[in-house]
């Protein structure tokens, strides 16, 4: 067996080595530095995450407690009080800004000449708005629907209808009380009602 080396100048890899060697320990070096860096950042980041997520539970405790305060000191009568005298204000402001005149000459319009108004009834529902009762002496069942008819196309008087009829045992009259939710603003003008007015 040949133990010689027959190279005239043996051929080293020392070089190429300590490079290799040297590009590896930076790499590792500057990988290192890079996940210290990236630590430091999210550790930093989490803990400013926790304080704020911290400050705002505590923020949101006290607000809590305030709201519950807040409802403790409210007093549910007064409410109730205060809202009943708002309701009975906007009454006492739809009573006045009622037009007594412009629903007179809308029955002075529509009444047919047989047909007497003997008594008449405004009441304030709170989910239909003015209701009218109005009582009328007739001598036929015809005025009255004539009249009914006359009123329905005025487009002012909706969900018209007879609570009661009878005859007047004095003067044989008829008498009904019909009832209707009055809508001024949605009819038309008490001067245009006088073409539908009924005839003798």
Do not use: C, K
């Not at 430091?40 to 539970?57: F, I, N, P, Q, V």
């Not at 405004?122 to 036929?140: A, E, I, M, Y």
């Amino acid at each position: 067996m040949i133990r010689t080396n027959l190279a005239t100048r043996p051929f080293y890899n020392e070089a190429a080595v300590r490079i290799w060697l040297a590009v590896i320990a930076f790499l590792v070096v500057s990988l290192t530095i890079f996940n210290i860096q990236r630590l430091l950042y999210y550790s930093s980041s989490d803990t400013e995450l926790a304080t704020r997520a911290s400050r705002d539970e505590q923020r949101a405790v006290e607000l809590r407690a305030d709201a519950r305060r807040l409802r403790a000191s409210v007093d549910t009568t007064q409410v109730e009080a205060a809202s009943t005298e708002a309701r009975e204000a906007n009454d006492l402001i739809d009573r006045r800004t009622f037009s007594w005149t412009e629903l007179f000459n809308r029955f002075e319009s529509t009444l047919p000449a047989e047909v007497r108004i003997t008594s008449l009834r405004q009441t304030l529902d709170r989910n239909r708005g003015t209701v009218l009762t109005v009582s009328v002496l007739s001598r036929s069942v015809e005025d009255v629907n004539q009249f009914m008819e006359n009123l329905s196309a005025t487009h002012a008087f909706a969900d018209l209808l007879v609570t009661d009829e009878r005859v007047d045992p004095d003067n044989g009259q008829l008498q009904v009380l019909l009832q209707t939710v009055y809508r001024p603003a949605s009819g038309q003008a008490p001067a245009a009602d006088a073409a539908g007015r009924g005839t003798p």
